[in-house]
């Protein structure tokens, strides 16, 4: 009993124990969860916080960009975009094609033809100006005359390197693939005919633009309007595709003038001929188609050859034609002549007496060179004499003889249009006096251009009806203004054809096998510092073909011949001989003199082969 109440007593207390370790055991882990507790308190209290503070500085970044984005798109949205089209986009320019000019005949005389041109942008150039030596050996030009060029233009985006380069140059600039250098397209003048034509056609700058003759007369018809369009383009400023067009461009006209090439290729080799031979300093050479007033050559020595720009200066490219002035000696007399005919005191059949060979007018001395005694009117103008043409003048009214000449066209400019045109020098006879009337009826005191002179025989050749002067082919021919009664001018063709054909004549050597040639050799002196110089002339010949029914009229003008002649006669009509004969033939002109048929078959065939 003892034992097995000692065995209960002791399961009891073993029971006991464990229940006390146990509580033990729970007491202790509930102790240790709760320091546990106590200890995860800062810890999850410090992520919460971070996790706030990142979702704050999440939201305030998601809020900069929304309100970023609203400022770009809306704000500054057309700022940027802009700015976005100057980096990409350019208006770019169409140049326009300048129109062509041709002969009467479809020839062309000037054209336009496409090249490029080398420009750079400094900006973009000035981390690389190592590279311009690679350009300027390409170019052929001086490197360091280029690295001067384009550092000293830094500010600038555009500027010109090289202008009009051939198409194989522009090949070999493109091959160096340098940034910011860009090659664009624009267009060159060129003259076919050269120095033929370049004093009518005059030149154009570099930019296109008319400068001289008739490209700068009728520039606004030559030059048309240039186009614009957008393009995008890449950044070393290449175009990419075209967006849109601005403005649609719009080509120059082609002009066609009256100049007959044929005939301009003969007055220039004739001319350029006579200068040689004479020695001369300069000459002219025009040709009118008296039918309609239109110049059909016009040429002067020394000439220059447009397409070279090293030859541009004003010296060398004036068109001495229809600018220069010079007196133009005895080839004024059918004027006066014709004033003597109007006025009815003078007759075709008229006899004039030279004797005693000279004449005194005030304190001044004007002979002939022999004394011809009493001559008719044709030898009066076929001897040139000075004498006979004093008479013949002083015994008109001063008026007469003004009206006549300024009908003629003599001190006013023509409707020819070409810039710089004179208007010569003829002073109104109010001004005259005895003196003054005999000088200007052997062609001094007054001045002329060889344009001008050209007119006045054309208006003979129209048996007395001025046409205007026209360079533009014309389709139908102007009225024209009649300035000398019909019979009158027939009197007066028949008086100068004596000048080519009367034996002993001023004229003979202009004379055209085949053709009947009615005209006026002049020789002047020049002045010089207000006097007269002995040894300095212009020779002169102005006249008309064929004279029975004149379809030509020419003067040839030849400034200052020193190879020993210098008589219009001896050093201008051969040139208005071998000029008109040639054009004649070449326009078919039918011969109007049978009495060598042969022979002038032959000289025909010499001209027109020449």
Do not use: C
């Amino acid at each position: 009993m003892t034992l097995l109440a000692t065995v209960r007593k002791r399961l009891r207390s073993s029971a006991r124990g464990g229940r006390t370790r146990a509580v033990a055991r729970h007491r202790r882990a509930a102790a240790a969860r709760a320091a546990t507790r106590g200890s995860e308190a800062p810890v999850r209290y410090s992520f919460d916080l971070r996790l706030r503070l990142l979702f704050a500085l999440l939201l305030l970044a998601a809020l900069g960009l929304v309100g970023r984005a609203i400022d770009l798109q809306l704000v500054d949205h057309p700022f940027l975009a802009s700015q976005g089209d100057a980096r990409f986009t350019r208006n770019a320019e169409i140049v326009a094609h300048r129109g062509n000019v041709t002969d009467r005949h479809g020839e062309p005389l000037a054209v336009s033809t496409p090249v490029e041109s080398v420009w750079v942008n400094p900006k973009e150039l000035s981390g690389n100006l190592e590279q311009l030596p690679r350009l300027a050996s390409v170019l052929g030009m001086d490197r360091q005359a280029l690295l001067r060029h384009v550092s000293s233009n830094m500010d600038r985006e555009f500027l010109y390197v090289e202008r009009g380069l051939q198409p194989s140059d522009a090949a070999r600039v493109r091959a160096l693939n340098l940034p910011g250098v860009n090659l664009t397209r624009e267009f060159r003048r060129y003259y076919p005919a050269g120095e033929v034509t370049g004093h009518l056609l005059g030149f154009t700058s570099i930019d296109d633009i008319g400068q001289e003759g008739t490209e700068l007369a009728f520039d606004k018809w030559l030059a048309g309007e240039n186009g614009e369009k957008r393009v995008i383009q890449d950044s070393r400023g290449r175009k990419v595709e075209d967006i849109e067009s601005i403005r649609p461009v719009r080509p120059g006209r082609d002009l066609v003038l009256s100049l007959d090439l044929r005939i301009q290729y003969l007055a220039y080799r004739e001319l350029k001929s006579a200068i040689l031979e004479n020695r001369a300093r300069a000459g002219s050479v025009v040709v009118i188609d008296i039918d309609t007033g239109e110049v059909l050559a016009m040429v002067n020595q020394p000439a220059y050859n447009p397409n070279d720009r090293s030859q541009l200066q004003a010296v060398t490219y004036r068109n001495r034609a229809v600018t220069d002035l010079f007196e133009p000696g005895s080839s004024i007399k059918p004027f006066v002549v014709a004033a003597g005919l109007a006025s009815g005191k003078f007759s075709s059949n008229s006899i004039i007496d030279t004797n005693p060979g000279f004449i005194q007018v005030g304190a001044t001395t004007f002979p002939d060179e022999h004394n011809l005694g009493a001559i008719p009117l044709a030898t009066v103008l076929a001897k040139s004499s000075n004498v006979g043409m004093a008479k013949l003048a002083l015994q008109l009214e001063p008026k007469q003889i003004w009206e006549t000449l300024n009908h003629f066209g003599f001190g006013q400019v023509t409707s020819s249009g070409f810039p710089g045109e004179s208007a010569g020098v003829f002073t109104d006879y109010s001004h005259w006096r005895a003196i003054s009337i005999a000088t200007l009826s052997h062609g001094y005191g007054i001045s002329v251009t060889p344009l001008q002179l050209a007119q006045g025989y054309a208006a003979i050749g129209a048996r007395g009806i001025r046409r205007p002067v026209s360079l533009l082919r014309l389709e139908t021919a102007p009225a024209g203004e009649r300035v000398l009664d019909v019979t009158v001018a027939s009197d007066l063709l028949n008086l100068l054809e004596a000048v080519t054909t009367q034996e002993g004549a001023t004229g003979v050597r202009a004379k055209i096998a085949g053709y009947r040639v009615a005209g006026k050799t002049g020789t002047a002196w020049k002045s010089s510092n207000g006097t007269y110089s002995k040894d300095r002339y212009t020779s002169v010949f102005a006249g008309v073909a064929p004279a029975t029914n004149p379809r030509l009229a020419a003067v040839v003008v030849i400034d200052e011949p020193t190879a020993g002649k210098y008589m219009g006669g001896d050093v201008s009509a051969p040139v208005f001989s071998a000029v008109v004969g040639g054009a004649l033939r070449l326009l078919a002109v039918a011969p109007d003199d049978v009495s060598a048929p042969g022979e002038s078959l032959t000289r025909g065939q010499k001209v027109a082969s020449r």
